[in-house]
């Protein structure tokens, strides 16, 4: 590859439309599709970064992170020119006039290194970002880039059978340094964000016909398949074939903290355990996906594992396996009573044992519950086994979730999407 043709490439790869999002071009159909697995290690959603159907030939994987500013991954930019382009691993930085430097330097972490010395260096050829490792509590100093990924897209059954353009969609990410992924497992290189940033994937990677608006459904285990939509659907699982998911799901608003709150929350009413009311008031309720559990304030946390207690006397307790305080004979456990949140909307998100109950070993079955402490920041964070084999919907236009509760009940689970090809 010559030398102007890297200049083009570059210069392709930063100029965005007038609503600083990156356009794939028309297709049939206005909904995306991605593979997704649970990492065995961290019991974390990750994704790959060909976003090709479940062939797992080595690729390395990104966790899922819905409160990220911008995905990251692993990688070198350079600075000087070089014969290559971004389809053969080149990647060049993003001048710090570019509208989506400025979108991603507007949430520069507090608790990160500045970034000052790197700006004065580089002046404004670069573009400084600070990656954060959102299981590690840490961030190091970077910069943004683009990047290629393979989009597939679905009909609402099945992917298509060619990707939405042969070489790759360019998007806008930050490098991160070999160091930053320290506490990921071995085949983890990289954050994808799903959060309401223009960075992330739902609003940076999509069809012109295609609103911002993306749905997960995580799977219950490291050998099945989940699955995430960008876009508005139809959504249809082989085992519900002539069910659109859409159709089953309740809907409450999603709120945001604040301008700079870039995490999806929803207003819960009551918490109920056989109709008995845990809280006494409203509270805000985040959803995260680098918790592997629901995490509580203490004072919820009690409340609940209390009445929990309570309601299943007749059931032996056993040792408590960490993290979790309220464990039970696993081979007695039969049934137990369902955890409701009653949403904003007057909608119930039932919480049933699947997504209570952790198989902890040593004939254990664990409350899969965490007490965060006094002090947390935030009062009720959903972690991803209460999301397993739920479908949500996160409708950021119009502002709102969707919820299913579990799968199960009903036949199906997030495995259910048919990954087989379609012309």
Same mark, same amino acid.
């Not at 945001?256 to 008031?281: A, D, P, Q």
């Given at each position: 590859?010559?030398?102007?043709?890297?200049?083009?490439?570059?210069?392709?790869?930063?100029?965005?439309?007038?609503?600083?999002?990156?356009?794939?071009?028309?297709?049939?159909?206005?909904?995306?599709?991605?593979?997704?697995?649970?990492?065995?290690?961290?019991?974390?959603?990750?994704?790959?970064?060909?976003?090709?159907?479940?062939?797992?030939?080595?690729?390395?994987?990104?966790?899922?992170?819905?409160?990220?500013?911008?995905?990251?991954?692993?990688?070198?930019?350079?600075?000087?020119?070089?014969?290559?382009?971004?389809? +053969?691993?080149?990647?060049?930085?993003?001048?710090?006039?570019?509208?989506?430097?400025? +979108?991603?330097?507007?949430?520069?972490?507090?608790?990160?290194?500045?970034?000052?010395?790197?700006?004065?260096?580089?002046?404004?050829?670069?573009?400084?970002?600070?990656?954060?490792?959102?299981?590690?509590?840490?961030?190091?100093?970077?910069?943004?880039?683009?990047?290629?990924?393979?989009?597939?897209?679905?009909?609402?059954?099945?992917?298509?059978?060619?990707?939405?353009?042969?070489?790759?969609?360019?998007?806008?990410?930050?490098?991160?340094?070999?160091?930053?992924?320290?506490?990921?497992?071995?085949?983890?290189?990289?954050?994808?964000?799903?959060?309401?940033?223009?960075?992330?994937?739902?609003?940076?990677?999509?069809?012109?016909?295609?609103?911002?608006?993306?749905?997960?459904?995580?799977?219950?285990?490291?050998?099945?398949?989940?699955?995430?939509?960008?876009?508005?659907?139809?959504?249809?699982?082989?085992?519900?074939?002539?069910?659109?998911?859409?159709?089953?799901?309740?809907?409450?608003?999603?709120?945001?903290?604040?301008?700079?709150s870039l995490g999806y929350y929803i207003k819960v009413n009551r918490i109920l355990i056989k109709g008995t009311s845990i809280i006494t008031k409203s509270i805000s309720v985040k959803l995260s996906t680098v918790v592997p559990y629901t995490i509580l304030r203490s004072d919820i946390y009690k409340s609940l594992t209390s009445s929990f207690s309570k309601?299943?006397?007749?059931?032996?307790?056993?040792?408590?396996?960490?993290?979790?305080?309220?464990?039970?004979?696993?081979?007695?456990?039969?049934?137990?009573?369902?955890?409701?949140?009653?949403? +904003?909307?007057?909608?119930?998100?039932?919480?049933?044992?699947?997504?209570?109950?952790?198989?902890?070993?040593?004939?254990?079955?664990?409350?899969?519950?965490?007490?965060?402490?006094?002090?947390?920041?935030?009062?009720?964070?959903?972690?991803?086994?209460?999301? +397993?084999?739920?479908?949500?919907?996160?409708?950021?236009?119009?502002?709102?979730?969707?919820?299913?509760?579990?799968?199960?009940?009903?036949?199906?689970?997030?495995?259910?999407?048919n990954f087989t090809v379609t012309p």
């Amino acid at each position: 590859m010559h030398l102007p043709v890297i200049k083009v490439l570059v210069f392709l790869a930063v100029c965005f439309s007038h609503d600083h999002v990156i356009k794939s071009q028309s297709t049939d159909f206005n909904t995306s599709v991605i593979p997704i697995l649970k990492d065995a290690t961290t019991s974390l959603p990750k994704i790959s970064w060909s976003f090709r159907f479940p062939q797992w030939d080595g690729s390395l994987f990104y966790l899922i992170d819905l409160d990220a500013p911008f995905t990251w991954k692993n990688c070198v930019i350079r600075h000087i020119p070089v014969v290559c382009g971004l389809e +053969e691993g080149c990647r060049f930085p993003l001048p710090c006039d570019n509208i989506l430097c400025k +979108e991603a330097q507007s949430y520069l972490n507090p608790t990160c290194p500045s970034t000052k010395n790197i700006t004065s260096k580089y002046s404004c050829r670069i573009c400084a970002a600070t990656p954060f490792n959102p299981i590690s509590k840490t961030c190091k100093i970077s910069q943004l880039t683009t990047d290629l990924v393979t989009i597939y897209t679905t009909n609402g059954r099945n992917p298509s059978e060619f990707p939405r353009y042969p070489f790759g969609t360019e998007f806008v990410l930050s490098c991160a340094p070999n160091s930053l992924l320290k506490s990921f497992p071995q085949n983890v290189s990289g954050i994808a964000s799903f959060s309401w940033s223009s960075l992330g994937f739902p609003r940076q990677v999509y069809n012109r016909n295609q609103a911002a608006k993306f749905a997960l459904c995580l799977p219950g285990s490291s050998s099945s398949t989940g699955v995430t939509f960008l876009g508005d659907g139809p959504f249809h699982f082989t085992s519900l074939p002539n069910v659109d998911l859409r159709s089953i799901l309740s809907y409450t608003p999603m709120i945001r903290k604040n301008s700079k709150s870039l995490g999806y929350y929803i207003k819960v009413n009551r918490i109920l355990i056989k109709g008995t009311s845990i809280i006494t008031k409203s509270i805000s309720v985040k959803l995260s996906t680098v918790v592997p559990y629901t995490i509580l304030r203490s004072d919820i946390y009690k409340s609940l594992t209390s009445s929990f207690s309570k309601a299943v006397k007749n059931i032996p307790s056993v040792t408590a396996v960490k993290p979790f305080s309220l464990c039970l004979k696993a081979s007695a456990v039969g049934s137990v009573p369902s955890i409701d949140f009653e949403t +904003e909307s007057g909608k119930i998100w039932t919480i049933s044992k699947d997504n209570l109950m952790k198989n902890s070993g040593n004939g254990a079955s664990c409350l899969a519950f965490v007490d965060g402490g006094s002090s947390v920041k935030d009062a009720v964070v959903i972690g991803t086994f209460q999301m +397993e084999n739920n479908f949500l919907f996160f409708d950021l236009v119009n502002q709102k979730l969707g919820f299913s509760s579990s799968l199960i009940p009903r036949g199906t689970s997030c495995s259910g999407f048919n990954f087989t090809v379609t012309p």
